[in-house]
């Protein structure tokens, strides 16, 4: 594999490392490298006592009421609260006792982290039985989505599944909670990127009951912070704002599809939260991007590929602007 041609992050939303490479933008960055909402929930009111107390435990209790509805979880399978999934993604190769995990490839570069002996596999049908298979659905960042019906094949020929579902508020059909049935079957579900809030640090962890007695265990009596958990179990129970920000993501993303493939990129990929290009030099037009003031997601390992994040009117306009002139 040939070197990138620019530096490169290792994740989205390094807008420090953009600046140290390129400047600060006159115009401020437009970041386009993450899989986050432009259309963020709502912040509701959080009372002083949040801030200011230990967490309650009844409010915690309210806050995994409130995901176990929205997510549709199974009664057999419990729910714990996290201070993000990337902590539990780290967490798992220990609980499970497991050294090596089959990762179904290319998806982003956390979990070949937490599992440095994991082998990459192309497909679920690559998967090897027995083994500890780890799969993103919708996948990042290609978007591809395996149908939970065949997850749960999949889940009966191997020790354990481990379903990263980051982006499924936005493709629900892909959701296998609701279908959940064997009991080597863990799923991670995040309100960083469809509600937009990724500083909250709130994840779950939706396992059989002691796999998350076990996350309840390593956590504590404080798994997250009063603030997020007032604010979660807000987001998780407007199911008005839930069905209004689909359609809304739904509109931008076809907005920015719209707007490469005018341009003459091609789209190979994606979710309403972002799309993805092939291009021949991708790493080129990364840095051609960022030299006007747009920061893109591009990969040491795909040097053809390039991902935008979903975008508002504002932000579509300007990288409209951006693209006339470098494609020009």
Request: hydrophobic residues 50%; aromatic residues 8%.
């Amino acid at each position: 594999m040939a070197a990138p041609t620019v530096p490169l992050p290792e994740h989205g939303g390094d807008l420090a490392f953009a600046t140290r490479l390129y400047g600060a933008p006159a115009q401020g960055w437009l970041d386009l490298s993450t899989g986050i909402s432009p259309f963020p929930y709502p912040m509701p009111p959080v009372s002083d006592a949040a801030w200011r107390r230990l967490p309650d435990g009844a409010a915690l209790a309210a806050l995994l009421d409130a995901a176990r509805s929205a997510y549709r979880i199974p009664s057999a399978f419990d729910i714990a609260a996290v201070p993000g999934t990337e902590m539990a993604i780290r967490l798992l190769p220990s609980i499970l006792d497991a050294r090596i995990a089959a990762i179904v490839s290319p998806t982003y570069g956390t979990y070949r982290v937490a599992w440095p002996d994991a082998v990459a596999v192309p497909s679920v049908d690559a998967t090897p039985d027995s083994a500890v298979a780890v799969i993103v659905n919708p996948n990042n960042p290609d978007g591809h989505v395996v149908p939970p019906a065949e997850l749960t094949r999949l889940a009966g020929r191997v020790s354990w599944l481990i379903v990263d579902q980051a982006f499924a508020d936005v493709a629900d059909a892909a959701s296998i909670v609701p279908a959940l049935s064997e009991p080597n079957v863990i799923v991670l579900r995040s309100l960083g990127k469809f509600y937009g809030l990724a500083g909250l640090r709130l994840g779950f962890v939706i396992a059989p009951p002691a796999i998350v007695a076990r996350m309840r265990q390593i956590f504590g009596a404080w798994p997250v912070s009063g603030p997020a958990i007032a604010v979660g179990r807000a987001a998780l129970s407007d199911t008005a704002w839930t069905a209004a920000a689909r359609r809304r993501l739904a509109a931008a993303s076809a907005g920015l599809r719209a707007c490469l493939a005018r341009h003459g990129l091609t789209l190979v990929g994606g979710t309403d939260l972002f799309v993805l290009i092939d291009h021949d030099d991708a790493h080129a037009l990364h840095r051609d991007l960022a030299r006007h003031g747009i920061w893109t997601r591009a990969f040491a390992d795909q040097p053809r590929w390039l991902r935008f994040g979903t975008c508002d009117d504002t932000a579509l306009a300007r990288l409209d602007g951006a693209l006339t002139a470098i494609c020009r």
